[in-house]
């Protein structure tokens, strides 16, 4: 059996306006367990990437230890790319970031690396308003070792092990918005549209943009019992809002009354549907959204879509005042200016 991707591709194969085909956006073949919702994730980033129209070189994707940080492999494979220890994407991520502010970075993190042994790093990474996109493919179990429970597993929810889950749930959402996230979302691998549609905006976004994407394991917490399982999630999902991201153009403003539906026309030709609800989820405000995700825990749902939304909140470097120029085409001069300006730097905190 083969295990490498096809070299041919069609001739008229769909190039985006840079003039790549998908195939500039793939990387290896996946050695994930059939079905894994992960695969689904990482097909949502390649099609968000080539529909942005983002340059492969210009990313830079990261990830620690786990089901979920082998998936960089699979996605994006002309880009950069690091693999950290267990735990540590967000240190690496801001590592790199302080050296270059110019490219987009994608890091991808599991529920077991960013809740467990990483919930010291991710915390602190969501204060400082990193410039990122943070996907957590949440699965409430540690695959790579059999399915143990996650710290995100939901309290009385049962595994393929049968044993309900006695300890409460860490939910990385609620936690992100009291961080201070800018970007708040909650996905589900089964519905691509909505992944890609919140990728797009996530990228978009400057500051962290924090995605929590249930994924199911099939492997062992695919169960009808699971709330972290296909079944579960179809049953139980819940939209905030409806929305669909569009790039920069020209403003395309309309006006209808609540209650109705508009069709619009978009900048590619594509028509959507337009629904305006009578009562919208208030995505800007902190404690409104709050509320939401726990209403949504009462009531046995879990929702999803865009959470809440701060476009004013600064990021890393706006708080830091750093420079603009990446790093590595700096010369001496500016790196090295001297011995009078660095003891003018240590009298300003004397």
């Given at each position: 059996m083969s295990y490498e991707r096809p070299t041919i591709r069609h001739p008229d194969?769909?190039?985006?306006?840079?003039?790549?085909?998908?195939?500039?956006y793939e990387g290896s073949i996946s050695t994930l367990c059939a079905g894994c919702g992960h695969d689904s994730i990482t097909h949502a980033l390649i099609t968000a990437c080539f529909e942005m129209n983002l340059e492969p070189h210009r990313i830079v994707k990261l990830s620690?230890?786990?089901?979920?940080?082998?998936?960089p492999a699979y996605f994006l494979g002309r880009s950069h790319g690091f693999n950290s220890v267990h735990g540590r994407m967000p240190s690496v991520a801001t590592g790199a970031n302080m050296a270059n502010?110019?490219?987009?970075?994608?890091?991808?993190?599991?529920?077991?690396?960013t809740a467990s042994i990483g919930m010291g790093q991710f915390a602190h990474v969501v204060r400082r308003n990193l410039d990122m996109v943070y996907v957590v493919m949440n699965n409430g179990c540690y695959g790579l070792t059999k399915g143990?429970?996650?710290?995100?597993?939901?309290?009385?929810?049962?595994?393929?092990?049968?044993?309900?889950?006695?300890?409460?749930?860490?939910?990385?959402c609620e936690m992100a918005i009291q961080l201070g996230a800018g970007f708040v979302?909650?996905?589900?691998s089964g519905d691509k549209k909505q992944v890609v549609e919140m990728l797009k905006a996530a990228v978009a976004h400057k500051g962290l943009a924090f995605l929590d994407i249930i994924s199911p394991c099939v492997s062992f917490n695919n169960v009808p019992t699971s709330t972290k399982s296909y079944a579960w999630v179809r049953a139980h999902e819940e939209a905030a809002l409806p929305f669909d991201f569009i790039p920069c153009c020209r403003e395309i403003t309309v006006d209808y009354p609540q209650g109705s539906v508009l069709p619009v026309t978009l900048h590619d030709g594509s028509v959507i549907n337009l629904y305006k609800q009578d009562d919208l989820m208030e995505i800007t405000s902190r404690s409104a959204a709050m509320d939401a995700l726990e209403q949504a825990k009462t009531e046995h749902r879990?929702?999803?879509?865009?959470?809440?939304l701060n476009p004013e909140q600064p990021d890393t470097h706006a708080l830091l005042e750093t420079v603009t120029t990446p790093l590595n085409t700096m010369g001496r001069e500016e790196l090295c200016p001297g011995n009078a300006e660095l003891q003018r730097i240590n009298d300003a905190f004397r």
């Open positions: 194969a769909k190039k985006n306006s840079l003039g790549y085909t998908r195939k500039e620690g230890i786990g089901c979920s940080s082998k998936t502010r110019e490219l987009v970075y994608i890091g991808v993190s599991g529920d077991g690396d143990q429970d996650s710290a995100t597993a939901d309290r009385g929810s049962k595994t393929k092990k049968g044993r309900p889950v006695s300890l409460e749930s860490i939910d990385l979302g909650r996905g589900f879990i929702l999803t879509g865009i959470l809440y």
